[in-house]
């Protein structure tokens, strides 16, 4: 039985210079490596939707790239009423929304999970 090496790796990164993925996506390439993303309480949920789509482009150039997950801020009414009374910097977009960016830069959405005030997604 071969066993496979499972790595998992954090990087910080400002999703504003997409282009700095690359390297790391050249790496994994370089390696052989299958590559899955997870981008939980940020990119979907703060970035443009500018931000989001180029970065999901960068993504989408590299087959090595099975999946990307993350959380997506519904645009529901409980969450506008949050919003009145608090200082979140999310950007409320909806699963709709969010699909079509996804889809302008290559993405289906996989699977989604309802949470109370976000959806948890899986792109692929």
């Not at 989001?52 to 009423?81: C, H, K, W, Y």
Request: aromatic share 8%; net charge neutral; glycine share 4%.
């Amino acid at each position: 039985m071969q066993f496979s090496r499972i790595r998992f790796s954090h990087l910080r990164y400002d999703w504003s210079h997409p282009e700095t993925l690359e390297n790391v996506l050249e790496e994994a390439r370089s390696q052989k490596a299958l590559v899955i993303c997870s981008s939980e309480g940020g990119l979907f949920e703060y970035g443009s939707d500018q931000e989001i789509e180029a970065n999901l482009r960068m993504l989408r150039q590299f087959p090595e790239v099975l999946a990307v997950v993350g959380s997506v801020t519904r645009a529901d009414e409980p969450v506008m009423r949050v919003r009145q009374v608090s200082a979140a910097a999310t950007r409320p977009r909806g699963l709709s929304a969010f699909r079509e960016l996804a889809a302008k830069a290559g993405w289906d959405l996989a699977r989604t999970i309802e949470r109370p005030f976000s959806d948890q997604v899986a792109l692929t």
